[in-house]
C-alpha cells in the first residue's frame, strides 16, 4: 500500500543534540512537507519541498534543516539551535498544486 | 490576516445524538476549504474538500458544507468510533494552508 512512512515513532534526545527525522513516502508526490504540531497551536509549516534539490522556508524553519536529494525522501534535522524542540513533528505530501496533503504517523520529540 | 477558527473546542454526545462542528476563516480568495480527522498520536486524515459557497460533501455519518464565511461538519447519528480531533484549513490567494485549532469529539458509547 502506498503512503508515508515515519521514523523514528518516539525519540528522546539531550539538549544540545542534533536529531533527524525520517520521512519516506511511495506516493510519487512531488511535494513534501514538514509541519510542527504542539498542544493549543495549529500545524505549524517547517519546510517544503515541491521538487527534488529544492526547498523553501516555512513559517518556523528557525532551528531546522532539511534536504530533498530523492523524491520519496524528505529527512528533517531538528539543530541545538531550536529553543523549544519537544512535539510531534509530521510529515506530509500531495501533487501540486493540489493542496490535499497525506501525512505520515508522526514523530514524537522529547528533549530531555 | 487569514484565519480559521473552529468551534467549540471540544464536544461529547451520546452514541445516536447527532450535532455539528463550526469552522470560521477569513482569507483573501478562498481556493479550498479542507476537513481532516486526527485520531491519538497519529497523523492527520484527509475528509474532504471545499471549493464554493453552496457545496456539500458526504462520507458516511459525516456532511461537510460551506458558506461564504463558515463550514459546518455535521455529525448524524454518530458512533464510538467518530470520537477524534476533526481539523479545518483553508487555502487562498497565498497558497498557504492556515490550520485551525481542531475540535476534540468524544463519542460515549
Known amino acids: 500500500d502506498g503512503g508515508i512512512t515515519q521514523s523514528p515513532k518516539y525519540l528522546f534526545r539531550k539538549e544540545g543534540q542534533n536529531v533527524t527525522l525520517s520521512c519516506e513516502q511511495n506516493?510519487?508526490?512531488?511535494?513534501m512537507y514538514w509541519y510542527r504540531q504542539d498542544p493549543g497551536q495549529g500545524l505549524r509549516l517547517i519546510y517544503y519541498s515541491q521538487i527534488v534539490n529544492d526547498f523553501q522556508k516555512g513559517d518556523i524553519a528557525e532551528g531546522y534543516s532539511v534536504s530533498r536529494e530523492k523524491k520519496e525522501s524528505f529527512p528533517l534535522t531538528v539543530t541545538s539551535a531550536q529553543k523549544n524542540p519537544t512535539a510531534f513533528y509530521l510529515c506530509?505530501?500531495?501533487?501540486?498544486?493540489?493542496?490535499?496533503?497525506?501525512f505520515g504517523a508522526g514523530s514524537r520529540l522529547t528533549v530531555l | 490576516e487569514d484565519q480559521v477558527t473552529q468551534s467549540p473546542e471540544a464536544l461529547r454526545l451520546q452514541e445516536g445524538e447527532s450535532s455539528s462542528l463550526n469552522c470560521s476563516y477569513t482569507v483573501s480568495g478562498l481556493r479550498g476549504l479542507f476537513w481532516y480527522r486526527q485520531d491519538p498520536g497519529k497523523g492527520p486524515e484527509f475528509l474532504f474538500t471545499l471549493y464554493s459557497a453552496g457545496e456539500e460533501k458526504e462520507k458516511e455519518r459525516l456532511k461537510a458544507t460551506l458558506t461564504k464565511k463558515e463550514s459546518f461538519l455535521h455529525i448524524t447519528a454518530p458512533k464510538p468510533e467518530d470520537s477524534a480531533t476533526y481539523l479545518c484549513a483553508v487555502d487562498g490567494n497565498n497558497r498557504k494552508l492556515i490550520w485551525g485549532l481542531g475540535t476534540s469529539l468524544g463519542v460515549n458509547p
Open positions: 506530509a505530501s500531495s501533487i501540486p498544486p493540489s493542496n490535499v496533503l497525506t
Open positions: 506516493l510519487n508526490h512531488d511535494a
